[in-house]
């Protein structure tokens, strides 16, 4: 049964950190797209931050450049986001992702199929 869960979340205060975390098991994604998304409370799932198959190429949400920082250990099959200087409207459920097979890199959340439950990030003001 392939797995991802993730966690390292919690309640932090505004200008804090937290580091995600995100394990895989089941199978390897060494060769697959892998990215983390958010849904904050009552909005739609977006976008946050993805990386290719090799580390090679990452892409960020205009709204977490800067602060947010996707990486990933294929030997240990897990990705990971280090969340700095966090804001209240990073408040949110965040997920990581596994694209389909064959697909190394996406940031379309539709080219993803392998997802975890979500571990819940609150930031106080």
């Known amino acids: 049964q392939v797995q991802l869960v993730e966690s390292g979340g919690g309640l932090v205060q505004v200008g804090g950190s937290l580091r995600l975390s995100c394990p895989a098991s089941?199978?390897?994604?060494?060769?697959?797209?892998m990215g983390w998304f958010r849904q904050p409370p009552g909005k739609e799932r977006e976008f946050v931050a993805a990386?290719?198959?090799?580390?090679?190429?990452?892409t960020y949400a205009v709204s977490v450049r800067g602060r947010f920082t996707i990486s990933r250990g294929n030997a240990e099959n897990t990705v990971y986001l280090q969340m700095n200087s966090l804001k209240p409207e990073d408040t949110a459920v965040y997920f990581c992702a596994a694209t389909r097979d064959n697909n190394r890199y996406s940031i379309s959340s539709s080219e993803y199929v392998y997802w975890g439950r979500g571990t819940q990030v609150t930031v106080s003001s």
């Open positions: 089941g199978r390897t994604f060494s060769t697959n797209g």
């Open positions: 990386i290719s198959y090799n580390g090679g190429l990452t």
